[in-house]
């Protein structure tokens, strides 16, 4: 698809390589993909409470199951990129998926999107913060919303397992296996984790580098 | 002035803060408190708990509250920018070298190793959050902390989203409208 067209037109060729992303998608039609990237980024930055990985699930709903703007792989790899770089989670994938739908302008509004959100509710909450984090009735509220983001992230990590076991590659089950014990029980830091997995991703490459398979 | 430190200040946060918010929280903590003085240990816990309550990254939350209060609106500007200028250049960066190489053998072989810790990660983050929500946390991890309105909210809603694929947005404010009705009527 995408590279070919960009393999035609040659490599060095950059200004080729953003007119690729936009032609990427055909059920694109005419619609203004930076604003839909806005607002979508507006309304899940709004609601997702929590670590980064909470914001990357409901964008890989959203952009993966429902808009398929983005496949499922790409969302993960991008889902490492954003946890491996620095700087905010929620920012970086929003970075990365800004740019693969959107160019220059899909990143800047879909960053956009993604900071106004916790900028204007802290700004507003910063004024009686003391009311708001005493008030019961809140309370009330945030807790049953943590049951509802649990479901929603056992939810996709589910889909995702049974997808990584469906490969029936074992490596790659053991890489999950071992990488869900380091981080839930150990508690090892991140960083070391995706390191670790692209350690055993670069192995598996030279090997089968040297027999001459593909991966 | 102020707001030229409170760029750089947040500047560095956003640098180093690799990993996400756990990473982010001892850096804001140096930098604000430590540092410059903007907050007091106390004023910190209360960012803490508001950007704990409230979406968004903490980084950013943080670049907020502290801006405002130290330099108005510019400050509030200047620090959020600031916490997100490295991940513009970096990721940016990043996102053209995927865009560029990831048809290569080798990196295909990462990728693909990458992906299955990914889904490890998430599953780790969802299992504490459902721990958090059912029982507390996982050190309260035993029958009599068990907190069964969380965790009724928590199986339905799971039931909800494996069954019917339903909005995950709608699912999250009916568990807070469930957690409300449940609370005010005296059952969580």
Same mark, same amino acid.
């Given at each position: 698809?995408?590279?070919?067209?960009?393999?035609?037109?040659?490599?060095?060729?950059?200004?080729?390589?953003?007119?690729?992303?936009?032609?990427?998608?055909?059920?694109?039609?005419?619609?203004?993909?930076?604003?839909?990237?806005?607002?979508?980024?507006?309304?899940?930055?709004?609601?997702?409470?929590?670590?980064?990985?909470?914001?990357?699930?409901?964008?890989?709903?959203?952009?993966?199951?429902?808009?398929?703007?983005?496949?499922?792989?790409?969302?993960?790899?991008?889902?490492?990129?954003?946890?491996?770089?620095?700087?905010?989670?929620?920012?970086?994938?929003?970075?990365?998926?800004?740019?693969?739908?959107?160019?220059?302008?899909?990143?800047?509004?879909?960053?956009?999107?993604?900071?106004?959100?916790?900028?204007?509710?802290?700004?507003?909450?910063?004024?009686?913060?003391?009311?708001?984090?005493?008030?019961?009735?809140?309370?009330?509220?945030?807790?049953?919303?943590?049951?509802?983001?649990?479901?929603?992230?056992?939810?996709?990590?589910?889909?995702?397992?049974?997808?990584?076991?469906?490969?029936?590659?074992?490596?790659?089950?053991?890489?999950?296996?071992?990488?869900?014990?380091?981080?839930?029980?150990?508690?090892?830091?991140?960083?070391?984790?995706?390191?670790?997995?692209?350690?055993?991703?670069?192995?598996?490459?030279?090997?089968?580098?040297?027999?001459?398979?593909?991966? | 002035?102020?707001?030229?430190?409170?760029?750089?200040?947040?500047?560095?946060?956003?640098?180093?803060?690799?990993?996400?918010?756990?990473?982010?929280?001892?850096?804001?903590?140096?930098?604000?408190?430590?540092?410059?003085?903007?907050?007091?240990?106390?004023?910190?816990?209360?960012?803490?708990?508001?950007?704990?309550?409230?979406?968004?990254?903490?980084?950013?939350?943080?670049?907020?509250?502290? =801006? $405002?209060? %130290?330099?108005? &609106? /510019?400050?509030?500007?200047?620090?959020?920018?600031?916490? +997100?200028?490295?991940?513009? *250049?970096?990721?940016?960066?990043?996102?053209?070298?995927?865009?560029?190489?990831?048809?290569?053998?080798?990196?295909?072989?990462?990728?693909?190793?990458?992906?299955?810790?990914?889904?490890?990660?998430?599953?780790?983050?969802?299992?504490?959050?459902?721990?958090?929500?059912?029982?507390?946390?996982?050190?309260?991890?035993?029958?009599?902390?068990?907190?069964?309105?969380?965790? =009724? $909210?928590? %199986?339905?809603? &799971? /039931?909800?989203?494996?069954?019917?694929?339903?909005?995950? +947005?709608?699912?999250?404010? *009916?568990?807070?409208?469930?957690?409300?009705?449940?609370?005010?009527?005296?059952?969580?």
């Amino acid at each position: 698809m995408g590279m070919k067209t960009q393999k035609k037109t040659g490599p060095e060729e950059e200004q080729a390589g953003e007119k690729r992303t936009q032609g990427d998608e055909p059920k694109s039609g005419g619609e203004n993909k930076p604003l839909r990237l806005f607002l979508t980024m507006l309304y899940i930055s709004a609601f997702t409470f929590g670590g980064g990985f909470v914001i990357v699930t409901f964008m890989k709903r959203k952009f993966v199951d429902e808009l398929h703007w983005i496949d499922e792989k790409e969302m993960l790899d991008m889902t490492a990129l954003a946890q491996s770089a620095p700087g905010p989670i929620a920012v970086n994938a929003a970075i990365l998926t800004g740019w693969k739908v959107g160019g220059p302008a899909g990143m800047a509004a879909a960053v956009l999107g993604t900071v106004i959100p916790p900028v204007a509710i802290l700004s507003v909450i910063s004024v009686f913060y003391q009311a708001f984090a005493a008030n019961p009735y809140v309370a009330m509220v945030l807790r049953g919303m943590q049951s509802g983001v649990a479901a929603v992230i056992l939810d996709v990590a589910l889909s995702l397992g049974s997808k990584v076991l469906q490969t029936k590659q074992w490596i790659h089950t053991a890489v999950m296996v071992l990488a869900f014990i380091a981080s839930f029980f150990f508690g090892v830091n991140v960083v070391w984790i995706i390191l670790a997995a692209a350690v055993t991703g670069i192995i598996l490459g030279l090997r089968s580098g040297k027999e001459g398979k593909q991966v | 002035m102020m707001i030229m430190k409170l760029f750089l200040s947040f500047l560095q946060i956003g640098l180093f803060s690799i990993g996400g918010g756990y990473a982010a929280i001892p850096l804001i903590q140096e930098q604000t408190v430590t540092v410059h003085g903007w907050l007091t240990a106390d004023q910190f816990m209360d960012l803490a708990t508001i950007a704990e309550m409230t979406p968004g990254p903490i980084a950013i939350n943080g670049a907020t509250f502290v =801006g $405002l209060k %130290v330099g108005g &609106l /510019a400050g509030a500007a200047a620090a959020t920018f600031g916490c +997100i200028f490295p991940s513009l *250049l970096i990721v940016s960066l990043l996102a053209w070298v995927y865009r560029k190489y990831r048809e290569l053998p080798m990196l295909q072989s990462v990728l693909s190793a990458l992906r299955p810790a990914v889904v490890a990660l998430i599953s780790a983050a969802g299992v504490n959050m459902a721990l958090q929500a059912c029982f507390g946390g996982r050190a309260l991890l035993a029958p009599e902390n068990a907190r069964w309105a969380g965790i =009724g $909210l928590f %199986v339905v809603a &799971l /039931a909800v989203l494996r069954r019917f694929k339903l909005n995950p +947005i709608l699912v999250m404010i *009916l568990c807070g409208a469930g957690g409300l009705l449940l609370g005010v009527l005296g059952l969580a």
